[in-house]
Structure formats: C-alpha cells, structure tokens
C-alpha cells in the first residue's frame, strides 16, 4: 500500500476529495479506530491544512467529525453556500497570518 501524499489545504476540490480518499481507504484497510485514524490524517496534513487542524483538533473527537469539519472546509459540495465560503475564507486568513508569523510568507510554494 502506497503512502498517501500529503495535503497542504489546496483550494482544489478534486485534490481535497483524492486525498480525503486515500486517508479513508488507508483507515479502513488497517481497520483504524477513531484516534488512530485522526493521528494518521493529521500526520499528513501540512502548510496551511496543518494549520486549520491544530485550530480544531481539540473540537474533534471522532472520524465522522473530521470528514465533516474537512469537507466542509476543504471540499464543500454547494460554494454559493455563504457559510461555507466565509468559513474557507477565514480559515485561509488565520493560515496566511500564522504563516507570516512563522516566517514562511516568502516561499513561493504555499499553496
């Protein structure tokens, strides 16, 4: 089984879906349970996706909450959905500041 690639928080909903994918196979092939499969997840998540997670990994309890929170954030299924886009919006405004902070704003790679 190959290793997933990691995910940097990519505003491409197909590249979301893939790597959600991917983590979701990988748990239920060595039948993952919830804190197991959230420690995998998160050890895949980089850049600005690490960043949201360490906002709400605390709020974060089970599998189905991750996927929710993730889709939600990541691959939303209705963009006019206003709410949905706020909270995308807010969240890369929270990266991009921390970011600035950490001193990674002059890469050219972010996203």
Known sequence: MANPMP???SSEIKQATAWF????????????N?????????????????LWWDSIEDTIQTW????????TCFAPQ????????WTVMIVNLMA???LQL??????????
């Open 102 to 111: 950490n001193g990674w704003w002059g890469h050219s790679t972010l996203w």
């Open 7 to 9: 995910f940097r928080g």
């Open 96 to 98: 991009a500041s921390q």
């Open 34 to 50: 919830d804190s197991e499969a959230l420690l995998v997840a998160a050890l895949y998540l980089h850049r600005p996706a690490e």
């Open 64 to 71: 189905d909450q991750f996927s929710k929170a993730f889709h």
């Open 78 to 85: 209705q963009l006019d959905n206003i709410e949905i886009v």
């Open 21 to 32: 994918k991917n983590i979701n196979c990988l748990r239920k092939a060595v039948a993952m």
